[in-house]
Each structure stands twice: as C-alpha cells, then as structure tokens.
Nanobody
Framework: QVQLVESGGGLVQPGGSLAISCAAS??????????LAWYRQASGKQRELVAT???????TYTDSVKGRFTISRDNAKRTVNLQMTSLKPEDTAVYYC?????????WGQGTQVTVSS
C-alpha cells in the first residue's frame, strides 16, 4: 500500500541547480520515528548514501555533496526534498528516496539526474 514517487529529475548543465522531491502515498506518514534519505547510483557504481534527515531535523551529507546539497522534509505534506546546486558531471546518477523506521524500509523507483554540457 505504501508507494514513494520521486520527481524533478532531468538534464542540467554543470554549475546548475535542480531540486528533486519524493512524495509518499498510502498508509505511511512522515513521522519523527522515520529517517528520510536520498541515495544515488551512477552507471557502473554501487548505490551510495547522499543525505539523511532525522525526525528531529538533524541532517547528514556525504563529503562529496556537502555545501552543495540540502535535504529537507515536510511531514504534513509527506515529502522529502533534495535541493542540488553547483552540480558536477559526477553527480549524474539515478536518485532514490528512502524512508526507514521500526520494521519498515521503503524505496522509490528513482529519478534520473544528468549533469552534462
């Protein structure tokens, strides 16, 4: 019954900005017990954790995106957002949202972000 849908991906030039979002439908709610995260998987590479935001609002980022990406959550709207700036070609990947809580671990289908001239 739970479904996560990412949106906002696309093609952007190096140095540009892009925001992607993940919306939850079904029985799940974005409560404090859930940690929200964005992962990404580039072609030929393993999936990596990009950013997380806890129920208390604490955020973490992988070093390669720190200072350029911002993760946020809106529990009322049941969305998690990733604002990306100063994009680099190495940011090109399929981005996946993840919601993890007690006895739950949900994934979206992913959205493609391509950074290229």
């Amino acid at each position: 019954q739970v479904q996560l849908v990412e949106s906002g991906g696309g093609l952007v030039q190096p140095g540009g900005s892009l925001a992607i979002s993940c919306a939850a439908s079904g029985s799940i709610v974005f409560g404090a017990i859930y940690t929200l995260a964005w992962y990404r998987q580039a072609s030929g590479k393993q999936r990596e954790l990009v950013a997380t935001v806890s129920g208390s609002g604490r955020t973490t980022y992988t070093d390669s995106v720190k200072g350029r990406f911002t993760i946020s959550r809106d529990n009322a709207k049941r969305t998690v957002n990733l604002q990306m700036t100063s994009l680099k070609p190495e940011d090109t990947a399929v981005y996946y949202c993840n919601i993890k809580g007690p006895g739950s671990n949900y994934w979206g289908q992913g959205t493609q972000v391509t950074v290229s001239s």
